[in-house]
C-alpha cells in the first residue's frame, strides 16, 4: 500500500499515464501529481517498487455515488517492468484493498485493455452495460479529459470505446450460498439440471470466458464502428445481431 514516503514518484506515474494513454489512442481521466499524493495519503493507493527503489506499477481507488460504487483506477505499469505479471499483482491487491476498505459497495472499471479485462473476470468482474455503473456526474466528468469523450457523449453516455466491467458483492454471496438440491429422474436431461443449479451470474462469467476470443473480435468491431462514427458525424450504430452474441 502506499503512503506519503511515495510522493516522489507521482510525478512519474502521472507522467506515465498520459503518455500510455497517447500511444494507445485512448486514454483514462487525466490526474495530477498532488491527487496521487492525495491518494496515498488516504491510504487508497497501490505501489509497485524493484528491490533498488525504481517506481514498477501502481493504481489508486476512488468511491463513487456515496461509496456505493468504488472504481480501481489509473493502472499503470513502468514500461520495463511490464510483461513481468506487474499489473495482474497490483490489480490483485487494490481489489483486496478495495473490499476490505468497501465491503458493501461494486466494484467497477472502465477499460480498453484486453489485458485488464481478463485480469478482471479472474477477479469475479463481469462486463456490464454502461447503465449498470454509477451515475455520480463527478465520475463521468473525469472522462472530459479522455480523447475519445465526444464518442462518449454522442453515444449518450451509453457506448463508448471502453468496456464497463463489475464486481457485485451481493451477487457473489448468492453464487456461494448452498443450491438445494434437485430430485434426481431418469427423464430428466443431466445438462438442464445443471443449468438450472447455476445463478445467472456463474452463466454469465462462463460464458465470458468461453467466449473471450469472440469477444476480443468484437472489441475491434466496436472500436472501428465508433471511430468510423466519430469521422462520419455520429451516423454510424453498432449492428444488434453482432451485439446479442454478448448479452450478458
Request: aromatic share 10%.
Amino acid at each position: 500500500m502506499a503512503t506519503s514516503d511515495d510522493h516522489e514518484y507521482a510525478k512519474t506515474i502521472t507522467d506515465e499515464m498520459e503518455s500510455s494513454a497517447k500511444a494507445r489512442g485512448t486514454g483514462i481521466a487525466k490526474r495530477s501529481p498532488d491527487y496521487i499524493k492525495l491518494k496515498m495519503d488516504e491510504g487508497k493507493a497501490v505501489i509497485a517498487l524493484s528491490q533498488s527503489g525504481e517506481w514498477a506499477g501502481f493504481c489508486y481507488i476512488e468511491a463513487w455515488g456515496h461509496e456505493k460504487f468504488v472504481a480501481n483506477s489509473g493502472l499503470i505499469v513502468n514500461p520495463a517492468f511490464r510483461g513481468h505479471g506487474v499489473a495482474k499483482s497490483i490489480k490483485k491487491r487494490i481489489f483486496e484493498l478495495s473490499r476490505v476498505k468497501y465491503p458493501d459497495a461494486k466494484i467497477f472499471g472502465l477499460t480498453t485493455g484486453l489485458a485488464v479485462m481478463k485480469i478482471n473476470s479472474e477477479l469475479g468482474y463481469e462486463p456490464v452495460t454502461y447503465s449498470e455503473l454509477t451515475d455520480d456526474e463527478e465520475f463521468w466528468k473525469g472522462c472530459r479529459s479522455c480523447i475519445n469523450f465526444d464518442i462518449l457523449t454522442a453515444k449518450g453516455r451509453k457506448n463508448c470505446l471502453c468496456t464497463a466491467m463489475l464486481y457485485d458483492p451481493a451477487d457473489k454471496e448468492k453464487d456461494q450460498q448452498p443450491q438445494e438440491p434437485h430430485v434426481a429422474s431418469e427423464e430428466v436431461n443431466p445438462m438442464v439440471k445443471l443449468n438450472g443449479a447455476e445463478s445467472a451470474g456463474q452463466r454469465r462469467k462462463r460464458s465470458f470466458k468461453t467466449n473471450f476470443k469472440l469477444f476480443e473480435r468484437w472489441l475491434r468491431y466496436k472500436r472501428f464502428v465508433l471511430l468510423k462514427s466519430r469521422k462520419e458525424g455520429g451516423g454510424a450504430v453498432l449492428g444488434k445481431k453482432r451485439f446479442f452474441l454478448f448479452s450478458w
